[in-house]
């Protein structure tokens, strides 16, 4: 069953990296690129790395292509007739999910039974894992993390004074 | 969670050359940097699931890392590519050629 959900998540994966690249709109290959991050995050939490995936999905779902289809709302999508397929791709993905929920939740039920009959305060995997991710970021990796920090107050400034247009020009522009 | 190593080094690896062939051929900005993604996802794939395979919790960081200066990089690349379109009126590549002329 676990082959079976891993199959699900490899072909979300790689088709929608296919599909950003044969898509012709834009909005579809944001759509194919979306279709593709959630593959990757259902590969991560196969492989136990959960913390990464939760922030994955966040972060390239939630930020990233949330960027991409503003950019695409600036700049003007090419002007392609929607196809039939397209309309059958939601229910495709719906389907693909339900699935996936469907094979995990006896698994799932079954192991939270277990979880309860055993005591919470028994086992503290999760916290553990916590801990260790808050050990090995704030302190054996403070300097790369205070970096990073700068990195994207340095890309925000950029990226504000980049987009922006100069206010000398744009007084020109009014006045013309 | 069963982990073998080949399982998840064979979509990241996918996911590095389909990012690297839509870097390399296609024509729209906008659909190269969404490639530039892939191919950083694909990278932090591997990197997250040679972690796993040795048990470490400093890939996972690492893979946080890689996120942060990804979506710097889309940042600043998008708005760049949004004064441009600005300036030009098209996101081709085939036309952001002043600095060969």
């Known amino acids: 069953m676990e082959a079976a959900v891993y199959y699900v998540f490899l072909a979300m994966t790689l088709g929608g990296a296919l599909g950003v690249l044969l898509t012709p709109g834009y909005v579809g290959a944001a759509m194919s690129m979306l279709a593709s991050m959630l593959g990757?995050?259902?590969l991560m939490l196969m492989m136990g790395a959960y913390f990464p995936a939760f922030v994955m999905i966040s972060v390239y779902a939630g930020a990233v292509l949330v960027l991409f289809v503003f950019v695409v709302m600036l700049v003007g999508d090419a002007h392609e007739p929607v196809r039939l397929w397209?309309?059958?791709a939601f229910l495709v993905l719906w389907?693909?999910?339900?699935?996936?929920?469907?094979l995990y939740a006896p698994e799932m039920s079954s192991w939270a039974e277990s979880k309860l009959a055993?005591?919470?305060s028994g086992s503290s995997g999760a916290l553990e894992v916590a801990k260790n991710y808050g050990y090995a970021m704030f302190k054996n990796n403070m300097l790369a993390f205070q970096i990073s920090g700068l990195l994207l107050l340095a890309a925000m400034v950029?990226?504000?004074?980049?987009?922006k247009e100069p206010a000398v020009r744009k007084r020109r522009r009014e006045m013309v | 969670m069963h982990c073998q190593l080949s399982e998840f080094l064979a979509p990241a690896l996918m996911l590095f050359a389909t990012g690297f062939a839509g870097a390399v051929l296609k024509k729209n900005a906008i659909i190269v940097f969404m490639c530039?993604?892939?191919m950083l996802v694909g990278a932090m794939l591997a990197l997250l699931s040679f972690a796993a395979a040795n048990g470490d919790v400093n890939g996972g960081v690492y893979a946080l890392f890689v996120m942060a200066i990804a979506a710097a990089e889309v940042a600043v690349g998008l708005a760049i590519l949004v004064r441009l379109f600005r300036l030009r009126g098209v996101v081709d590549v085939r036309d952001m050629n002043s600095l060969g002329d």
């Open chain 1, 118 to 120: 055993s005591g919470v």
């Open chain 1, 95 to 102: 389907a693909a999910a339900g699935a996936v929920v469907g």
């Open chain 1, 86 to 88: 397209r309309k059958f």
């Open chain 2, 36 to 38: 530039v993604e892939l």
């Open chain 1, 158 to 163: 950029g990226v504000i004074a980049v987009a």
């Open chain 1, 40 to 42: 990757v995050a259902g």
